[in-house]
Structures are given as C-alpha cells and as structure tokens.
C-alpha cells in the first residue's frame, strides 16, 4: 500500500463525493454549466466587501518592511487586538490579544484546538447533522468521536448530551449557525447548556470543554443575532473565520479564541500557540491578517442570502418539500421526500439539480441545499425541482 | 490538566528556548537593542524580490473575480503549472500538475506528507543535526522516530543509515541545504542513497520514501547547485517552500511534490490532498498561490548571503572557531570551545551573543549561529565573540 491504511480506507469511503461531483461534471457537459442547477457547493460566489478590495490595494501601494516575516505563532498582536475588542463588545467579557490566536481558517483552528486537548481516545461529543470534516479532526488527534443527535428543529437535545457525557469525554463540538441545518442556538438553549455542563464537571471532577465552530455568525436573518458563547458557557472556545463573513474561504484567516473565564486560559492558550506551530501552520497568512484587521465588523451582503433563503423557503415549500427555515447560514436542510436520501440525490440529478444526501452529515433521510450561488440560478432550478416534487408524490 | 498530557511535556521540555527568549529580551532591555547580537532565529531580515512588490501591486489593482474563493484542495491548476515546469526543468522527468500540490509552507507540507505516508508506529529515519520540528512533525502523526547520526563533515553515513533501515521504515527525511549545517549533499552521496533504498526495498519488499525537505534549494554558495532529488532517488517526495528564496515566511506558501517515477504516484497524490484538507488546511493561502506563479525562478539576493557566510567563516576561524564551510542556507554550525554546549551558550549571553546550543539539534558539541540579519550586526559581533573565544581557551 502506498499510502496509510486509515487514509486509503477514508478515501475510498469518500469516493461517492467523487462520484457526485463527476456526475455533475459530465452534467455539465451534456447539458451546458447554465442548466446545471448545483447546490452542492459551500464557496461563496459573491466578492468580499470594498472594504477589503481597498485594505488590499493600500497595503501594496504601501508596503511596510518586514510584513511577510514570521511573527509570533499566535499572530500579529495588533489583529489579535481588533478580534479581542469585537469578542469584548459582543460578550462583555474582557478580551485580550492574549486570549486570541490567529489560525489558518476554521479547519485549521479546529485542528489546533483538538490536537492541544485530546487525550488518546479521550471522547467528543459531536451533534448529528454535523459538518462531516469534524469526524476527520477529532481522529486526527487520536479521540473518539460520540454522535448525539438534536431534537427535530434541530435544537440542542440536553437529556441525550447529558446521557452521553461520561468519565471519558472531553469536549463538545456545537456549529452556530449551523452547517447543514442553518439554526442557531438560542440564548435559553446554550444557557442551559452551560448549566448542565457545570453541573457535569463537579460530578466527574473533570474540565469539559465547549469548542464552537462558528464562521457563519454574521450570517443570520430576521433580526437574530447569534449569542455570544462566552456568556453562557464558561469553558468555552470560539472557532470561526473570515471565509464565509468577508467571503475570503481561499485565504484560510481565522482565529481561535479562550474564554478569559477559564481560570486557566493561558495554559490553554500556551497548548494552542504551540499546536499551531507545531502542525506545521506556524501562523495564519501575514498578508490576510493583515487584510481583516480593520475589517471586524464588515460583511458581505447578508440581505442578498436572506433573500435567497425566503426564495427557497417559500417556492420548496408550497411544493411539498418539509423543512425547518434556517435561522442562518446559507443552507436548507430539507427532509427527503422519500426514505432512502441517496436514492432521492439520485433521482433529483435526472432534472441537473445537484444536493447532498443527509447521510454525508449524520442525518439519513434529508438532503441539503446549499444557495451561496447566484439567485437566477435558483430561479431557474423551480421547475426541476417541482418536477422531482411530482415524481416523488408530494405535488399532485 | 487543561491540556493533553503529552502536550504539556512538549511544552515544559521546551521551555529553554523561552528561557532563552526572555533572556534576549532582557538583554536588550537593559543594553539597547544595536547591542545584543541575536543569531537565533530563521526569519529573514530581507525583503521580497521587487517583482514580488509589483506582483501584489498589479493583483491589488486588477483583483479577478472568484480570486480568494476555495479552489480545489491542491491548489490552482496554474500554480501547479508553473512549479511543475521548473521541476522537469530541473530533474529532466516529465512533471505535470498533477504532481504537485500547493500547502501551507513547507511545515504543512511535511505534515500532509507524513499524515499520507504513516501507519501508526512506523518509522520515519531523520539524520542529526536535524531541524527540531521534524520530531514534533512525525509524532503528530503517531510515527517513530529513528536517529541516525552524519559523518563529521555532516555528509550522509550510508552504512548507519543502512543499519536503521528495517521492515518497520516508512521514510526518511533529508534536509538540503541543511539547517543547521549548511550541508548540501552531492549528487553522489544520493546516488548512493538511491541505490542503497532500492536494494532495501527488494530486500524488505517495502515501499521506502525519501522526504526531501528544501526551502534552501535556491540559496546555495560558490557556484554549487543543489542536486535535484528526483533525479537519483525512485521514491522521492520533494517539501518546499517560499519562506527563505522569496522571503515570504509568514504567507505560508509552499508545495509537495511526488516523483513521476513512482508507479503510484497518482494514489499518493490522492491521498496529500486528502490529508491537506483534512488536517484543516485545505488549501494553501490564495493570494499567496498568486503572487509566486510567475516568481518560479526568481530569489532575494543570494551573494549577499554569501558574503555574510564569509565574513562569519572567515573571523570565526581565525579566532579558533572551528566549523565545516557551509555550501548552502544560512547557518554556520560550529563545534562548541567546551563539552557542554548549553554552557557555552550561557558564556556567549554575558556578551550579549545569543546562540542556539547544538543539544536542540539532536547533536550536543556544537552550536547555531543563523546570519540572515544585518551585515552591520555581524560585524559589530565580532569583539564578542573574540572575547568569548578568549574566556573558552581558543584565543591566546
């Protein structure tokens, strides 16, 4: 064997994601890219704001000496400054760059974070549907992955946590706003969360970490604001990047972030600095660090994805298609009119639309569209869509 | 504990090199930065070619629509491109993009590399002096590691590395030019090693790799050119990057690259990009891909580098410094005047000279001098390190 058993066997496991996208290639094709309806993708296709087309031509106008160096693993200290005063505002909590690590996107962030914590075989608690690479970084680091599922709104389900947390685990991966589902955790939702996870650590005597995976906190809808983590759950660590808030997922700039709350954040904070270095990352992109600093508070067009969304909804819905509407994110996570959800991907790309099965994230029997692509598209994709709504038999 | 055990070993055994750092600090505190002597880090003092500048400039000012989305796992088609030409240029094999993915440094490239390649506890040969972070690399992927020791001229000890050759080795990874030797092997000592692998391989009947670790490819002295390793060695995979010819350590951008010649090289190349996405990489950093297309052949200035080695070479050994003449990088890798390297060190900071003992290069007795830093620092260095040299006995 050329390359490790494990790595063979994954790719081979994934070989139906090869399958799809060949299949939509060879759509592509016969049919021509334009009546290709694919929702399968999660690449943004909008531009990053001006903002940053401008913080771009400035600082090649302008070249400082020494901005391509190294810097510290952690990043630079005047980026981790303006993340730290977004975290400080956001939770009330006192930030400081010392509580922030600048990563290479979230996958990376994620991969630094579990690489410091685990313990051989240690457990995580994943939260079914989840985002599949999660399955990949846990086993990274040698830990064991725990499937819980949420409740049928996707909202957290406390007793199945609970039941699942044992002498044995470690941490918990939440995803708000979530990917695939799009709902976020309420306020109520991860106070009690924290409640029961507090009440956890004295019964086990054992830290119990929260890792929240959120790159799509800015992308929320209807007037909801994502809560802030740090408030409600004291040993808690955010995870995000700029890749779907500034749309910049090529350049891989994110950040991880330690609850000053912890009375050890800077232990932790030390494991991570050095995980960073140590996975061969060394330290986020100077040149995107330097690119987001005084983006913080920018964003793409978040009105042009709710739009997207109501689009979807509606038209999916009054043909027959059930779903929970998405409280952010840009995904629809639709239950499979029929119960096997690789046979309904199947039949669905007959008419060129293109989903994922809700197998590929935990979750048989639903499907999910992903609609950061252009509304003609969407527009366009209706009729095959209806069309697979007759065949199906929820639209007479 | 609030970190993985392992970790806060990692972190506690590698404390000296904070303790060396703080040391630093308070040196310059107390007698002015322009008078400490600071030969310890990697980071280059000099700027980006000119055509970098402009490179960044022109891309600023005409930014492509899609330019900091996802592009496939590898990297850009034409990045690939590029960097395969001048590897067939180089090796005289016929490399296409297909045998090259782009990461992020040649950090993570190693990382991608060794996740590919290691079934847990397979061995993983690394010749002292070796660059620390190798040891950290292979661990991090459950590999062992297998010290192998290199002639006193630093040059390849076939015969030790033929002895640690066993059916548990996977690969083994070399590093030319060398840090912190400066070594570059000749082509003919990796002929030998080609020919010693081949016959290893027949007698185990197992693939064995060959990692060649080069971000110095390009910064080599006296008119010698480094070997292309493709050339000699069947089983080869190449990990370089930008950080030292362009000076670009903080974008991380560099490639793998796996020899046509394998039989396999194409399931060897699935699994890199599969490990690239994985580990949270994903892709190496957009722009970055960008900006060093069209610089495949261009460096910093090479002969300034020489002239510091000379300048370093000559004074040192004149003092009684004794040293192997570097052929490559930027590195001197003296003997130490006494045993005890770490001591030595401690006698070099009361002179404001800091230095790293040869201990953390898996080889006590020598120690580290890096010079890519201002021609005027190290000439200023000199009356330290003579009085040094005096205190030790080498000077009369």
Same mark, same amino acid.
């Given at each position: 064997?050329?390359?490790?058993?494990?790595?063979?066997?994954?790719?081979?496991?994934?070989?139906?994601?090869? +399958?799809?996208?060949?299949?939509?290639?060879?759509?592509?094709?016969?049919?021509?890219?334009?009546?290709?309806?694919?929702?399968?993708?999660?690449?943004?296709?909008?531009?990053? $704001?001006? #903002?940053?087309?401008?913080?771009?031509?400035?600082?090649?106008?302008?070249?400082?000496?020494?901005?391509?160096?190294?810097?510290?693993?952690?990043?630079?200290?005047?980026?981790?400054?303006?993340?730290?005063?977004?975290?400080?505002?956001?939770?009330?909590?006192? =930030?400081?760059?010392?509580?922030?690590?600048?990563?290479?996107?979230?996958?990376?962030?994620?991969?630094?974070?579990?690489?410091?914590?685990?313990?051989?075989?240690?457990?995580?608690?994943?939260?079914?549907?989840?985002?599949?690479?999660?399955? =990949?970084?846990?086993?990274?680091?040698?830990?064991?992955?725990?499937?819980? %599922?949420?409740?049928?709104?996707?909202?957290?389900?406390?007793?199945?946590?609970?039941?699942?947390?044992?002498?044995?685990?470690?941490?918990?991966?939440?995803?708000?706003?979530?990917?695939?589902?799009?709902?976020?955790?309420?306020?109520?939702?991860?106070?009690?969360?924290?409640?029961?996870?507090?009440?956890?650590?004295?019964?086990?005597?054992?830290?119990?970490?929260?890792?929240?995976?959120?790159?799509?906190?800015?992308?929320?809808?209807?007037?909801?604001?994502?809560?802030?983590?740090?408030?409600?759950?004291?040993? %808690?660590?955010?995870?995000?990047?700029?890749?779907?808030?500034?749309?910049? *997922?090529?350049?891989?700039?994110?950040?991880?972030?330690?609850?000053?709350?912890?009375?050890?954040?800077?232990?932790?904070?030390?494991?991570?600095?050095?995980?960073?270095?140590?996975?061969?990352?060394?330290?986020?992109?100077?040149?995107?660090?330097?690119?987001?600093?005084?983006?913080?508070?920018?964003?793409?067009?978040?009105? #042009?994805?709710?739009?997207?969304?109501?689009?979807?909804?509606?038209?999916?819905?009054?043909?027959?298609?059930?779903?929970?509407?998405?409280?952010? #994110?840009?995904?629809?996570? $639709?239950? %499979? *009119?029929?119960?096997?959800?690789?046979?309904?991907?199947?039949?669905?790309?007959?008419?060129?639309?293109?989903?994922?099965?809700?197998?590929?994230?935990?979750?048989?029997?639903?499907?999910?569209?992903?609609?950061?692509?252009? +509304?003609?598209?969407?527009?366009?994709?209706?009729? #095959? =869509?209806?069309?697979?709504?007759?065949?199906?038999?929820?639209?007479?």
């Amino acid at each position: 064997m050329p390359i490790a058993t494990k790595i063979d066997k994954f790719l081979e496991s994934a070989s139906w994601i090869r +399958k799809m996208f060949e299949e939509g290639e060879k759509l592509r094709r016969i049919h021509g890219p334009e009546n290709v309806f694919d929702f399968t993708i999660g690449n943004p296709n909008v531009e990053p $704001p001006q #903002a940053f087309k401008q913080e771009l031509k400035r600082i090649a106008a302008e070249p400082e000496s020494g901005m391509h160096r190294y810097m510290s693993n952690a990043g630079y200290e005047n980026t981790r400054t303006a993340v730290a005063k977004v975290l400080a505002e956001d939770s009330g909590l006192s =930030f400081s760059p010392e509580n922030v690590i600048m990563t290479v996107g979230a996958g990376g962030g994620l991969n630094v974070v579990l690489k410091a914590l685990l313990n051989p075989g240690e457990e995580v608690i994943i939260l079914a549907p989840y985002f599949v690479e999660y399955k =990949f970084y846990i086993d990274n680091h040698s830990g064991t992955i725990k499937e819980v %599922s949420t409740r049928e709104d996707f909202s957290l389900d406390l007793e199945a946590i609970a039941k699942a947390i044992g002498p044995n685990t470690r941490a918990m991966i939440i995803n708000t706003p979530n990917n695939p589902t799009g709902k976020v955790y309420s306020e109520q939702e991860l106070e009690q969360l924290g409640d029961l996870l507090e009440q956890k650590e004295k019964e086990l005597n054992r830290a119990l970490y929260v890792i929240s995976d959120e790159p799509y906190a800015k992308i929320s809808y209807d007037g909801i604001k994502v809560p802030s983590i740090f408030k409600y759950i004291k040993r %808690s660590i955010l995870v995000t990047s700029h890749s779907k808030d500034l749309a910049l *997922p090529g350049e891989r700039i994110g950040y991880a972030a330690v609850s000053p709350q912890m009375e050890d954040a800077g232990h932790v904070m030390e494991g991570l600095v050095f995980c960073n270095r140590t996975l061969g990352f060394v330290n986020a992109p100077a040149l995107a660090q330097r690119l987001v600093t005084p983006l913080q508070r920018e964003t793409v067009d978040i009105a #042009a994805y709710q739009e997207k969304r109501d689009i979807l909804y509606d038209n999916l819905t009054r043909m027959g298609y059930k779903m929970v509407k998405p409280q952010g #994110a840009f995904y629809l996570f $639709p239950q %499979s *009119p029929i119960p096997d959800d690789v046979e309904f991907i199947d039949k669905a790309q007959k008419y060129n639309l293109l989903l994922v099965p809700g197998s590929g994230f935990g979750k048989p029997g639903y499907f999910r569209i992903s609609y950061c692509i252009d +509304k003609q598209v969407i527009l366009n994709s209706f009729t #095959a =869509f209806e069309k697979l709504a007759h065949e199906v038999g929820i639209l007479a």
